[in-house]
T-cell receptor
Framework: EPEVTQTPSHQVTQMGQEVILRCVPI?????FYWYRQILGQKVEFLVS????????KSEIFDDQFSVERPDGSNFTLKIRSTKLEDSAMYFC???????????FGPGTRLLVL | QQQVKQSPQSLIVQKGGIPIINCAYE??????FPWYQQFPGKGPALLIA?????SEKKEGRFTISFNKSAKQFSLHIMDSQPGDSATYFC???????????FGTGTKLQVIP
């Protein structure tokens, strides 16, 4: 199974601080996604990214969020000013094309205090 | 209209039993219906998926039944094992490169 890795595995931050979550897909992944899962709840779509631009974003993905793939490898999610309600598990997914090829990373657990 | 409704929320079965998880959707643009298995501390992993042009798909002990007219689909796990204990999510997508909309999840426990 093509592996997607994420760093860090856990992050604790103070409310109002900026955090950057990183996703490392394998080299032939072209499509990238961020999802989040608040503890005990369903997995929710945040944003999709292809060809260095956002393809689609949800209503959750407001101005506090941004994504980029600056070096052609790592795909990052930045939260500019974290809120308590941003505490969740954040999953990156990536694929070569078509939803059948979409694989999820192990997630980053973000805790905002 | 974008929601995928899933039930039950939790399920306990004996080893060898056949747990059944049900899902329903409203958006007729959905064209791909995957099921994901998630173990604690891990990301969702694609288990099996179906498209609406077939009514059933079987892979090993896992079977999806699909009723297009009712907009419902379900997962059956034959001869369930303790190692199947996990949270299962149904999901739906218009396909292609578009997002996946997840159901609320079913926590399955298989008792030895």
């Amino acid at each position: 199974e093509p592996e997607v890795t994420q760093t860090p595995s856990h992050q604790v931050t103070q409310m109002g601080q900026e955090v950057i979550l990183r996703c490392v897909p394998i080299s032939n992944h072209l499509y990238f996604y961020w999802y989040r899962q608040i503890l005990g709840q369903k997995v929710e779509f945040l944003v999709s990214f292809y060809n260095n631009e956002i393809s689609e974003k949800s209503e959750i993905f407001d101005d506090q969020f941004s994504v980029e793939r600056p070096d052609g490898s790592n795909f990052t999610l930045k939260i500019r000013s974290t809120k308590l309600e941003d505490s969740a598990m954040y999953f990156c997914a990536a694929g070569t094309g078509g939803i059948e090829t979409q694989y999820f990373g192990p997630g980053t657990r973000l805790l905002v205090l | 209209q974008q929601q995928v409704k899933q039930s039950p929320q939790s399920l306990i079965v004996q080893k060898g039993g056949i747990p059944i998880i049900n899902c329903a959707y409203e958006n007729t643009a959905f064209d791909y219906f995957p099921w994901y298995q998630q173990f604690p501390g891990k990301g969702p992993a694609l288990l099996i998926a179906i498209r609406p042009d077939v009514s059933e798909k079987k892979e090993g002990r896992f079977t999806i039944s699909f009723n297009k007219s009712a907009k419902q689909f379900s997962l059956h796990i034959m001869d369930s094992q303790p190692g199947d204990s996990a949270t299962y999510f149904c999901a739906a997508s218009p396909g292609g490169y578009q997002k996946v909309t997840f159901g609320t999840g079913t926590k399955l426990q298989v008792i030895p």
